[in-house]
């Protein structure tokens, strides 16, 4: 069985982790036979109309939003993939 995953935060530069670690391994032989990514979110429609093109997948199938991704009847399994910005723990502001 195959498990269609959409992945929030996979863009179309290459640079980002999204693409460079869960992308790309997703594509390799051992686990490309058990992942597909079929759908992805972006922060808004020409992103993620952008980055369907840059990852061959289906312009339909490109989403600005999480609520789209996860109600997707094709999508299996939804991984967030995005940079977080600064929390207070990272700055000291709890201690």
Known sequence: MTIHL??????SNQMTWATMAHAASLKSPALSK???VVAL???SPE???KAAKSH??????????????ASDPDVDMV???V???TTPFENNSYT
């Open 41 to 43: 979110a972006t922060s």
């Open 6 to 11: 959409g992945i929030i935060g996979l863009s």
């Open 56 to 69: 061959s997948i289906p312009e339909d199938k490109a989403y600005s939003n999480p609520e789209a991704i």
């Open 34 to 36: 058990h992942y597909t």
């Open 79 to 81: 991984v967030v993939s």
């Open 47 to 49: 992103s993620a109309k």
């Open 83 to 85: 940079k977080v910005g």
